[in-house]
């Protein structure tokens, strides 16, 4: 049961234009929202980060944008740039009885910026 | 350097051999996690220590799995008895517990072969 889905595996944009990836949750227990990009054979690299709190951060290039009632976020780069080419993973968190804050990640949308 | 850091980057093992994987976080952190992604799938959470004590397992780490993190400093991740399927990225994170909504930062990951 994928609790956190990003049901584009792939997407192309054009260098300098707006690259828009998307995610949905079921759990509403979730209240902690985060975005990793990753590299072939690394490690993720966080982002950007909201809380359930908020609708909108921004950070730089990078915004993410919040909607509860939809259980929906996404995340807007722009300008978009070849070296953003990468997998980007949504993540989700909510504290759970352990204490922990474990995330439960999508399966990732590969973005390709062409030149 | 004071990122997460992973030992082997890589290993390549026969089924049924043990292995010991060694994760160093950010000195700072208090809170360690070790995930797993697959081939076309998000990192799954496996388990969370806070400090030297382990809060947290799910319910893909087996018997054959164990963790420590006898210091609260550095943790390893064991499994035994080595099974094709345990082949993976296993993906080590830390964070500091500043309260809520706290970003974990992953080490570049150990890509594990089991022949």
């Known amino acids: 049961d994928q609790q956190v889905k990003q049901n584009s595996p792939s997407l192309s944009v054009q260098e300098g234009r707006i690259s828009i990836l998307n995610c949905d949750y079921t759990n509403s227990m979730f209240d902690y929202f985060l975005w990793y990009k990753k590299y072939p054979a690394e490690g993720p690299t966080f982002l950007i980060s909201?809380?359930?709190?908020?609708d909108k951060n921004e950070d730089g290039r990078f915004t993410v944008f919040l909607n509860k009632s939809a259980k929906h976020l996404s995340l807007h780069i722009v300008p978009s740039q070849p070296g953003d080419s990468a997998v980007y993973f949504c993540a989700a968190s909510g504290l759970t009885q352990g204490g922990s804050e474990k995330l439960v990640f999508g399966k990732g949308t590969k973005l390709t910026v062409n030149p | 350097d004071t990122g997460v850091s992973q030992d082997p980057r890589h290993k390549i093992t026969k089924r049924g051999q043990n292995v010991t994987f060694r994760c160093d976080p950010i000195s700072e952190h208090n809170r360690l996690y070790w995930y797993r992604q697959t081939l076309g799938q998000g990192p799954e959470f496996l388990t969370y220590?806070?400090?030297?004590?382990?809060?947290?397992k799910s319910r893909l780490l087996s018997d054959r799995f164990s963790a420590e993190r006898p210091k609260g400093s550095f943790s390893t991740l064991e499994i035994q008895r080595t099974e094709q399927g345990d082949s993976a990225m296993y993906l080590c994170a830390s964070s500091l517990d500043r309260g809520f909504y706290n970003e974990q930062f992953f080490g570049p990951g150990t890509r594990l072969t089991v022949l």
């Open positions: 220590f806070q400090n030297e004590a382990q809060l947290e």
């Open positions: 909201i809380s359930s709190i908020k």
